[in-house]
């Protein structure tokens, strides 16, 4: 059954280029009660479109979208079941749909079927509908914007352009990479590979989430030695970028990167974070705990084809971004955590 939540929606739309771009276009999104996928909804209420949101839970969606003032439509879909993603799109015809369902981010989803199915096979599926729905002649974007995941390169040395050759070593990267693959060359598809994306939303128990609980205790926080470098991404940023790309002309040939372009180490993220919140630096305690064994190293990545595409870059910096996910953890606004 669809449901329907029709609530008062505050819409700020700062961006004109995407009020303009999607202003009535009927935009579906899959996995958006996922942290990526609630802002990715709420940037596209508010830059106008008419939004569906196909989760599994139709409940937690709702609160969701009450909670913050979202005038969406929530379509109920079971992704295991191509003939639930077939029905899906029957009932629900968009112009756009934003893919940002996945298995296996959390390392305690190791279910190999499960992760071919959602990762890969679904996107498989996802390009054949998207093709074949009509889009109005006005539309001149993509049909299909896929999201997928730095881990499709595996460990690679050095800069990271999107031509690099990709050995993924993860259950969750190699099956992304197959999903990845299903959109190249499919002309209205196209892949953005996003990477170490924080801010409100962000599950409990990673790095960001974890700090900003620890300001409400005195305790030291096991960290680990944090050398690791990242690309440390805002996720109004990813989504505010995954719109514009969605608008731009075919980017088909091969994934865009979706990142900042600058390396962080885990450590030094660790110690604005604890500076913008108040948490004294004694009490993040380095080397407490090991690492993960598959956490991938990559150098830096290269922003030169998504800056050709739409000539923008993330623009929040780090510290930044941890003050607005500092601000929205309390503000009972669209722009606060946005969880149900």
Not at 86 to 105: D, S
Not at 124 to 140: D, I, K, M, Q
Not at 199 to 216: D, K, M, N, Q, S
Not at 289 to 298: F, K, L, Q, V
Request: proline share 6%.
């Amino acid at each position: 059954m669809t449901t329907h939540v029709t609530t008062h929606v505050t819409t700020d739309v700062t961006n004109a280029p995407m009020a303009t771009a999607y202003a009535n276009v009927d935009a579906l999104v899959i996995g958006a009660t996922g942290f990526i996928g609630r802002w990715v909804a709420t940037a596209l209420v508010q830059a106008g479109a008419r939004v569906t949101c196909a989760v599994r839970d139709v409940d937690a969606m709702a609160r969701l979208a009450e909670r913050h003032r979202l005038h969406v439509t929530i379509a109920p879909v079971d992704l295991t079941n191509p003939r639930g993603v077939a029905e899906l799109f029957a009932a629900h015809p968009a112009t756009i749909t934003f893919n940002l369902a996945g298995y296996g981010i959390d390392r305690a989803e190791v279910d190999e079927r499960l992760a071919q199915r959602i990762n890969a096979d679904l996107v498989r599926e996802l390009v054949t509908y998207c093709r074949a729905a009509n889009a109005p002649p006005s539309w001149r974007g993509h049909r299909l914007v896929h999201v997928g995941s730095a881990l499709e390169y595996g460990p690679i040395g050095g800069a990271l352009p999107e031509t690099a050759v990709a050995h993924p070593d993860t259950l969750y990267g190699r099956t992304k990479l197959a999903g990845t693959a299903y959109t190249i060359g499919q002309t209205g598809a196209m892949t953005a590979r996003v990477f170490t994306v924080y801010g409100p939303g962000e599950h409990a128990g990673r790095l960001l989430p974890t700090l900003l609980a620890a300001r409400f205790s005195d305790t030291p926080i096991a960290l680990s030695a944090g050398t690791q470098s990242r690309d440390f991404t805002y996720v109004e940023d990813v989504a505010d970028g995954l719109l514009r790309l969605g608008a731009a002309a075919d980017l088909s040939d091969r994934p865009v990167n979706m990142a900042t372009g600058v390396l962080t180490t885990v450590r030094a993220f660790a110690e604005t974070a604890a500076s913008v919140a108040g948490i004294a630096a004694e009490r993040l305690t380095f080397g407490a705990r090991a690492g993960y064994a598959d956490e991938t190293p990559h150098g830096q990545v290269s922003l030169a084809r998504m800056r050709d595409a739409i000539g923008w870059a993330p623009p929040t910096g780090i510290a930044a971004g941890i003050a607005r996910t500092i601000a929205a953890d309390s503000a009972p606004s669209p722009s606060s955590y946005l969880s149900p």
